[in-house]
């Protein structure tokens, strides 16, 4: 039986929403007290003073994908989401997010904040980031991979959804049509789930030609050469009251026209994006004996493949 480590973080805000309202509000700073908890196999002494957020970052969405960076990339811990930032394509790599009915719950002050403009992130080196200037006149919108309204509880995790390390270049079309039917689905999916873990991103996949040859062909814009996916993948792994779990898995593709509006139309085995994007979703034996459905289809244990086959 592994036993739980509780330890004390301190950070500095206004009461009700974040640092930010302490600044941009004028209201008083102040401590505020964070109780987080870990579950261990065995027992440890933890040196409190040396434990980060980042830590139970890390042991919140681990079980969802391996979080970890290589060269090429970089991850961002951003309150209750990550970003693998992938700087030779100047966009994510992946954003893992959890969202819960409470995270979905606006805070005190947030009807006081305007809406805000995406801009650089300074935690990425100057060389490796997008601006908003690779943007402008692109033909493309500045596409949030993780959306800024499934995290309005909390200031800090709604700024730093608007840093352009979580953005990418979507067809207009597809960022106010589907993509953001996509992204409201999923915040109804917290009405039945506890939690709802969602993993997104972009994909480059390959295109036929006259030859039989295949190519993955892709568009960079502005001085940055931001790459522009061709397609962008959801992944949802929704937890019920009872520990079970609810698989959803998406490729929408990045084009430009209206398409389909019917999500079903555009549900995939999850092999096909862990096959595009090269990492796997983490599935270890009890998630894979507590699996209810994949897609609305009810899991067959008869079936041995990682995954069902449609």
């Keep these: 039986m592994g036993r739980i480590v509780k330890y004390t973080l301190w950070t500095l805000g206004a009461s009700g929403c974040g640092f930010y309202f302490g600044y941009k509000l004028g209201a008083s700073l102040k401590s505020i007290k964070v109780t987080k908890y870990v579950k261990v ?3 440890v002494e933890v040196d409190l003073r040396e434990v980060s957020l980042y830590t139970t970052v890390r042991v919140l969405f681990s079980h969802i994908v391996e979080i970890k960076s290589i060269p090429s990339t970089q991850l961002r811990e951003m309150g209750n989401f990550v970003i693998n930032y992938d700087k030779s394509k100047r ?15 606006k805070c005190r002050y947030f009807d006081r904040l305007y809406r805000l403009r995406t801009s650089e992130d300074a935690d990425v080196h ?20 993780a959306p800024a309204a499934n995290h309005v509880s909390l200031a800090y995790d709604y700024l730093n959804t608007f840093y352009l390390t979580n953005m990418a270049p979507q067809h207009f079309q597809i960022n106010s049509g589907i993509w953001n039917l996509l992204e ?5 999916l917290t009405t039945e789930h506890r939690n709802v873990y969602v993993c997104s991103g972009p994909l480059f996949k390959p295109s036929d030609y006259s030859n039989n040859s295949k190519f993955v062909y892709y568009e960079v814009i502005g001085e940055n050469q931001v790459a522009v996916p061709t397609h962008f993948f959801k992944y ?22 209206n398409i389909d ?5 555009f549900q995939v085995n999850p092999d096909e994006i862990e096959k595009t994007a090269g990492f796997l979703f983490m599935e270890d034996e ?13 899991q067959n244990s008869l079936v041995p493949h990682r995954y069902l086959t449609y």
């Excluded at 966009?91 to 719950?105: A, K, N």
């Excluded at 100057?126 to 991979?145: C, M, P, Q, V, W």
């Excluded at 409201?184 to 109804?188: C, I, L």
């Design 91 to 105: 966009i994510p790599q992946y954003v893992v997010e959890r969202i819960t009915r409470g995270s979905l719950q």
């Design 261 to 265: 509006i019917n999500l079903k139309h």
């Design 41 to 43: 196999s065995q027992p």
């Design 236 to 257: 949802i792994r929704a937890e019920t009251l009872d520990g079970k779990y609810n698989i959803e898995s998406y490729i929408i593709p990045n084009i430009q026209r």
């Design 184 to 188: 409201t689905h999923v915040r109804t």
């Design 286 to 298: 009890y998630m894979h004996n507590n699996i209810l459905t994949i897609n609305g289809i009810s």
């Design 126 to 145: 100057k060389l490796f980031r997008s601006t908003n200037a690779d943007y402008e006149s692109s033909g493309y919108s500045r596409g949030h991979i």
